[in-house]
């Protein structure tokens, strides 16, 4: 209902967050369950597999962070928007940083210019893209701790099976003993294994559960950073520094050519600001300009028909000259004999 009042209002990244709660505690119930099998396993390498638990726990933690933090750069923004000076953020945004310093105190009806918009969208896309990367390093990093076990486990098998082999003694006659030496010689094989499984078990639910995260956590910040990219479409006006000089010094010398040229330029900038208001997804940013264009293309229509008429009337004031100017060089011509013929 609130977006329907409010279009442009920056969504709450909540139901992003309950996602993850839930999901986390979802899977928090496994070890519950299963929590005799996955202490045996735990206890085969517990130094590697603490390290898991570890980047694991880490892991969650800076997840649930980056959908935590938007919060706070959501009600700045709703609150920016509103335009209410006693309105008042206890803490300044991280995020939005850039975009708070550019803004500055500006409050009620502002607009920015194109330029201000790109610098503000490409500060933000990048430190969101700073937090993601360290999220997929720690799932990275997961699963490369549980290869390495793997790895680890299967070269301790590997070299404990070749030292059970090297070690039995086939001069005995007692079968027993030979067995009963084999049986303690694959404990060491057996331990390797478990730590090859165990690490590699660790390893990838953990980043399972990472990549989970780190999805809900990449969408609530891709639907900040659309909700403000619309939103900034809204406000965001047209370019006119370059247009003043030449705007003022068409006005000052009268040259109606260069006033259709200025007009001409204002309206390629109008028409270029609405394409950037389509692709920002502002529906009624994008109906004005379009307004705004067509009114701009009839006054330059408008322009170019009085230069015509003005052209056409110049001609026939240059006409008119040429004929007074004849008709005073006859009349000349006149009083000129009149009065040679007098003094004669």
């Known amino acids: 209902m609130s977006s329907e009042l409010d279009p442009y209002k920056l969504s709450s990244p909540q139901r992003y967050l309950w996602r993850m709660l839930i ?8 070890p519950i369950i299963l929590y005799r099998q996955i202490l045996e396993a735990f206890w085969s390498n517990p130094l590697l597999n ?23 750069e959501v009600k700045w923004v709703n609150n920016f928007r509103l335009g209410d000076p006693g309105l008042e953020v206890d803490r300044p945004p ?15 009806r502002m607009a920015i210019n194109t330029s201000t918009m790109r610098s503000i969208l490409e500060s933000v896309g990048m430190r969101l893209d700073e937090a993601r990367d360290m999220s997929r390093y720690f799932t990275g990093l ?12 299967l070269l301790q098998t590997v070299s404990s ?43 990838l639910s953990g980043s399972l559960v990472l990549g989970f995260l780190d999805l809900q956590a990449s969408q609530a910040q891709t639907r900040f950073f659309t909700n403000l990219e619309d939103w900034l479409s809204t406000v965001t006006d047209i370019n006119f520094e370059d247009l003043d000089n030449s705007y003022g010094e068409a006005l000052g010398n009268g040259d109606n050519e260069q006033l259709v040229a200025v007009l001409e330029q204002l309206s390629r900038k109008i028409d270029q600001a609405g394409e950037e208001a389509k692709t920002g997804g502002g529906r009624n940013a994008t109906s004005a300009m379009a307004n705004l264009a067509e009114g701009i293309q009839g006054l330059v229509q408008h322009l170019r028909s009085e ?3 003005m052209r056409e009337w110049a001609d026939q004031q240059a006409s008119q ?20 013929n007098r003094q004669n």
Not at 62 to 71: I, M, Y
């Open 23 to 30: 999901f986390i505690g979802a899977a928090a119930f496994v």
């Open 50 to 72: 603490a390290m898991i638990f570890f980047v694991l726990i880490v892991g969650i933690f800076l997840a649930l962070r980056q959908v935590v933090r938007l919060f706070r």
């Open 94 to 108: 991280i995020l939005l940083a850039p975009m708070a310093t550019l803004l500055g105190d500006r409050v009620g």
């Open 142 to 153: 997961l699963v490369f701790l549980g290869l390495l076990g793997t790895f680890w486990g």
């Open 161 to 203: 099976v070749g030292d059970v082999i090297s070690s039995l003694s086939v001069a005995s006659s007692d079968v027993g003993v030979i067995f009963e030496d084999l049986k303690q010689g694959l404990e060491a094989p057996l331990q390797g294994m478990g730590t090859a499984f165990s690490s590699s078990l660790f390893g």
């Open 307 to 309: 230069q015509q008429l």
């Open 321 to 340: 000259q040429e004929e007074v100017k004849d008709v005073l060089v006859k009349l000349n011509d006149v009083l000129s004999k009149a009065s040679s």
